[in-house]
């Protein structure tokens, strides 16, 4: 079982070892130049918390120890920790019934360049602006002296610009408390510009700069975005309903007919949107309609983002959800799922994104197309609480799907 990716700092493929396959070395071994520690001191860490079995150095030069079966998780949390206060790190795996630890320098990383976080964070609120103002002020006149003529068009601006950034800074605040919690290494948002039609931003990624030390630690890094987010695209929703204007069903008869208005029930809109509409939160006088404009439209780029990062597919927070639930191989399952709505869903038209062929490109130009982010510790099972929380990931991802 490959932990490559968990030491990448060493430019090289990393397997734990099944079976000793080197000597055994005396603890107080020098042939492990690279570590900050003699092999006698690594040692003594795991065995003053784990029954330790065997210890060698393997055919990598990696501090190599079979401990006994037990429950592990917060002594391996306790053992990070250690390591980490002499730049190491370490990944456990259960190989041929046994469990095995394999100890590792921590990959080296520059200092955090914090301007470049600014200037792009900066540059998104200035393309969604644009964006905003696009969607907002390039409207037929005959919207302008209908759905339009007592609404003040530069605060719809401003409302828009902070709705879909907003979404999408929730979202990225969603993974940053889960980071922090868990205190594991990560950047801060690098959020991403995009060109001014239809939304003026890509989103935003984190870099982490370490992998979670466990299944909780992961799936709590893929679900905290999309939940954080989701709420957020609720809350817009709700003020886009509120403050909708009303016109007659005369003008709106009319502005259908001119291809200027159209009704979109499920699932050509967000399930969650349709089901927000009948709760009746706005009184409608007889013979007029309520009609949704440029802030229900921030609301469907929400309900976009949660749906796209849902999805249990690859280095996707839903993957990374699917991949601490369900192991690798339910992580495959699943992902070929994923794709598959999102075929059936529309999403390969050029026209509607072209996101499933893009992620397709996207993965299978990777090392591991089909394997997400391994925790240090692949052993311990997730908690039984997350558990639950799976089954809302679903749920989101069938409030948000639209179809194309």
Request: with cysteine.
């Amino acid at each position: 079982m490959r932990i490559s990716e968990l030491c990448a700092e060493n430019q090289k493929d990393i397997r734990l070892a099944s079976e000793p396959t080197s000597p055994q070395l005396p603890t107080t071994t020098s042939t492990l130049p690279k570590f900050p520690l003699d092999f006698g001191s690594i040692r003594s860490m795991v065995e003053y918390r784990f029954g330790l079995m065997d210890a060698y150095v393997d055919v990598n030069g990696l501090a190599t120890f079979v401990v006994q079966q037990e429950p592990i998780k917060e002594k391996f949390q306790e053992l990070l920790h250690d390591l980490a206060n002499h730049n190491l790190s370490a990944g456990i795996r259960n190989i041929s019934e046994k469990l095995v630890i394999s100890v590792f320098p921590k990959r080296r990383v520059g200092k955090p360049r914090n301007k470049i976080n600014l200037i792009l964070f900066l540059a998104t609120i200035g393309t969604v602006a644009v964006a905003s103002y696009l969607q907002v002020f390039n409207v037929d006149p005959r919207l302008m002296a209908t759905v339009f003529v007592k609404s003040n068009l530069v605060d719809e601006v401003v409302f828009v610009t902070l709705a879909i950034f907003g979404i999408v800074a929730t979202h990225e605040m969603g993974h940053v408390l889960a980071n922090r919690y868990h205190r594991m290494d990560a950047s801060l948002p690098y959020f991403l510009p995009a060109p001014p039609f239809p939304f003026g931003t890509f989103g935003a990624v984190i870099s982490l700069r370490s992998p979670p030390a466990n299944r909780d630690q992961l799936f709590d890094l893929g679900f905290s975005g999309p939940i954080a987010g989701f709420m957020a695209t609720i809350v817009v929703t709700v003020v886009a309903y509120l403050t909708a204007p009303v016109i007659s069903e005369q003008d709106a008869a009319k502005l259908i007919a001119a291809n200027l208005l159209s009704y979109q029930p499920w699932p050509y809109m967000p399930l969650f949107m349709d089901l927000i509409g009948q709760l009746g939160l706005r009184t409608v006088p007889t013979g007029h309609i309520l009609i949704l404009t440029q802030l229900a439209f921030a609301a469907e780029f929400g309900a976009l983002i949660t749906f796209l990062n849902i999805l249990p597919v690859w280095q996707l927070d839903g993957g990374h959800i699917a991949r601490a639930t369900l192991g690798t191989k339910g992580h495959r399952i699943t992902a070929l799922i994923g794709f598959a709505v999102l075929f059936a869903a529309g999403y390969y038209y050029p026209g509607y994104w072209g996101f499933a062929l893009f992620l397709a490109a996207l993965m299978f130009l990777s090392r591991r197309p089909l394997e997400g982010m391994e925790p240090l510790d692949d052993v311990s099972p997730l908690s039984n609480s997350r558990k639950v929380l799976f089954v809302a990931a679903w749920v989101m991802f069938v409030l948000t799907l639209v179809i194309f």
